[in-house]
């Protein structure tokens, strides 16, 4: 038997049920049947159901796999590459970490120059 996922926030089961609309929509699109992406895709029709219905159980992998056949993977790299938050953190901590460095440079220069009086 599968794993059980944690239960999600209202707003991203939103978010992946407007994916797999998204999706069927694209697939509809097409003029391809749902039998012909599952297979395209590597999956069973259950599986590209449930990714449509955008259910929280089905693997990031298993999406890829739908936006491959469809041809819409060009975009998939870039969804977590703009992380603006990250950067912001990863810069105040650069910046916290050249000030203690400082400090400590600065606490030594002072110690050997009391050592040398």
């Given at each position: 038997?599968?794993?059980?996922?944690?239960?999600?926030?209202?707003?991203?089961?939103?978010?992946?049920?407007?994916?797999?609309?998204d999706l069927r929509l694209a697939r509809l699109r097409r003029r391809i049947s749902a039998t012909l992406l599952a297979e395209?895709?590597?999956?069973?029709?259950?599986?590209?159901?449930?990714?449509?219905?955008?259910?929280?159980?089905?693997?990031?992998?298993?999406?890829?796999?739908?936006?491959?056949?469809?041809?819409?993977?060009?975009?998939?790299?870039?969804?977590?590459?703009?992380?603006?938050?990250?950067?912001?953190?990863?810069?105040?901590?650069?910046?916290?970490?050249?000030?203690?460095?400082?400090?400590?440079?600065?606490?030594?220069?002072?110690?050997?120059?009391?050592?040398?009086?």
């Amino acid at each position: 038997m599968g794993q059980r996922t944690a239960p999600l926030l209202p707003s991203l089961r939103r978010t992946l049920a407007a994916l797999g609309e998204d999706l069927r929509l694209a697939r509809l699109r097409r003029r391809i049947s749902a039998t012909l992406l599952a297979e395209r895709a590597g999956m069973s029709r259950p599986t590209l159901r449930a990714i449509e219905r955008g259910e929280p159980g089905v693997t990031m992998g298993a999406y890829a796999s739908v936006l491959h056949s469809l041809g819409l993977d060009d975009n998939l790299a870039s969804l977590a590459s703009d992380d603006a938050l990250g950067r912001e953190l990863q810069d105040a901590e650069l910046a916290a970490r050249g000030r203690r460095a400082k400090t400590t440079a600065t606490k030594t220069r002072r110690k050997s120059t009391a050592e040398r009086r």
